[in-house]
T-cell receptor, first 110, second 117 residues
Framework: GEDVEQSLFLSVREGDSSVINCTYT??????LYWYKQEPGAGLQLLTY?????DMKQDQRLTVLLNKKDKHLSLRIADTQTGDSAIYFC??????????FGQGTTLQVKP | GAVVSQHPSRVICKSGTSVKIECRSL??????MFWYRQFPKQSLMLMAT?????????EQGVEKDKFLINHASLTLSTLTVTSAHPEDSSFYIC?????????????FGPGTRLTVL
């Protein structure tokens, strides 16, 4: 089945860019998502990218997709302390389910 | 748009009792709703997928008689944890998707923290 991997932790300084990476195994995945989870809360959809796209930008967020390498990344420009959270990569499967990575904890230091 | 609510946000119950958690899509019709469970510092584990008007499809290892799911309308799904035990304590999150969106994007509720004493 589909396997989605993320690094567990990333620490950056306020104002720097953050890059969170994700790799997956199922090349037939159609949509790939990034969600943000703050402590004690549900998942907030940040953005998603269709598999025939290489890049998508939405304000401070840039998503890059390398379909050949099955690699997805989320870049947050000018990272703020309010960006501290857990970020989940989610990959659609052919069953309609979402397969999530383990989540990357982003720590933003002032 | 695409707001999903859950109720209650937090519940504490005694061992052996049943607890019902509601998941509502507030501004869209959700033909499919998903129920997840999340343990501390872990990812989400899909428990079941429910389609309006039909029986839920449970993931392997999830007891359907223990976790009863009902999706009676296009805006409401419920999860009932029957005869709860301390090991059922967890964070339960629902999500909803609509066929009106090509992407099948799932919109998540805020979660329900269940503590079984």
């Amino acid at each position: 089945g589909e396997d989605v991997e993320q690094s567990l932790f990333l620490s950056v300084r306020e104002g720097d860019s953050s890059v969170i990476n994700c790799t997956y195994t199922d090349s037939s995945s159609t949509y790939l998502y990034w969600y943000k989870q703050e402590p004690g809360a549900g998942l907030q959809l940040l953005t998603y990218i269709f598999s025939n796209m290489d890049m998508k930008q939405d304000q401070r967020l840039t998503v890059l997709l390398n379909k050949k390498d099955k690699h997805l990344s989320l870049r947050i420009a000018d990272t703020q302390t309010g960006d501290s959270a857990i970020y989940f990569c989610g990959v659609s499967s052919n069953t309609g389910k979402l397969i999530f990575g383990q989540g990357t904890t982003l720590q933003v230091k002032p | 748009g695409a707001v999903v609510s859950q109720h209650p946000s937090r519940v504490i119950c005694k061992s052996g009792t049943s607890v019902k958690i509601e998941c509502r899509s507030l501004d869209f019709q959700a033909t499919t709703m998903f129920w997840y469970r999340q343990f501390p510092k872990q990812s989400l584990m899909l428990m079941a997928t429910s389609n309006e008007g039909s029986k839920a499809t449970y993931e392997q290892g999830v007891e359907k008689d223990k976790f009863l799911i009902n999706h009676a309308s296009l805006t409401l799904s419920t999860l009932t944890v029957t005869s709860a035990h301390p090991e059922d304590s967890s964070f339960y999150i629902c999500s909803a998707s609509t066929p009106q969106e090509i992407s099948d994007t799932q919109y998540f509720g805020p979660g329900t923290r269940l503590t079984v004493l």
